[in-house]
């Protein structure tokens, strides 16, 4: 299983935390560079089970195809996927074009539909520095919660492949 967790704060002090794992099958790729095709530049996620969640966030939990949308460096080619609006393939990758907008580095989960729904993290990492302040995970349905509140926030998000 993938699983995506992150929080604010640390030790007792914790917050807003949100565990979530799905079940996928590895199709090889660690970055979208590594293949050319839609089926193979993200992984297709399945079962979703919270584990956690203190966040106060409502999910989107509607029956859609949720993927986990892999990094890619700022030499990639053709279609990518970006979380940008809640989903995205397209060649332009969320103005990937623009060096400023750093969206080579991010990752994260997203649905099939641009909604701007997601039912866990959309951009974590959240590298963009501009248009911000941005937090380093960003869900578009709750942006005081993450997005861009108290940008100053100590933010631990990590990814786990781990059986659950």
């Not at 007792?12 to 050319?36: H, P, R």
């Not at 089970?49 to 053709?78: C, H, M, N, Q, Y």
């Amino acid at each position: 299983r993938l699983r995506q967790r992150f929080f604010r704060g640390a030790g007792a002090a914790k917050t807003s935390v949100f565990d979530v794992a799905y079940t996928f099958t590895d199709k090889g790729y660690t970055l979208q560079d590594e293949s050319s095709t839609a089926c193979t530049r993200a992984w297709t996620l399945t079962d979703r089970k919270v584990l956690e969640d203190s966040t106060g966030i409502a999910w989107d939990t509607s029956d859609e195809t949720v993927r986990f949308w892999l990094p890619f460096t700022s030499s990639v080619t053709g279609n990518v996927y970006t979380g940008c609006w809640g989903s995205e393939y397209n060649v332009t990758g969320c103005g990937m074009q623009y060096p400023e907008t750093r969206r080579y580095g991010n990752a994260g989960i997203m649905g099939a539909t641009a909604d701007l729904r997601d039912s866990a993290a959309a951009w974590a990492p959240h590298m963009n520095p501009t248009d911000g302040p941005w937090n380093i995970v960003n869900v578009h349905q709750a942006p005081s919660v993450y997005g861009s509140s108290a940008p100053e926030d100590v933010i631990y998000l990590a990814y786990y492949l781990a059986p659950i």
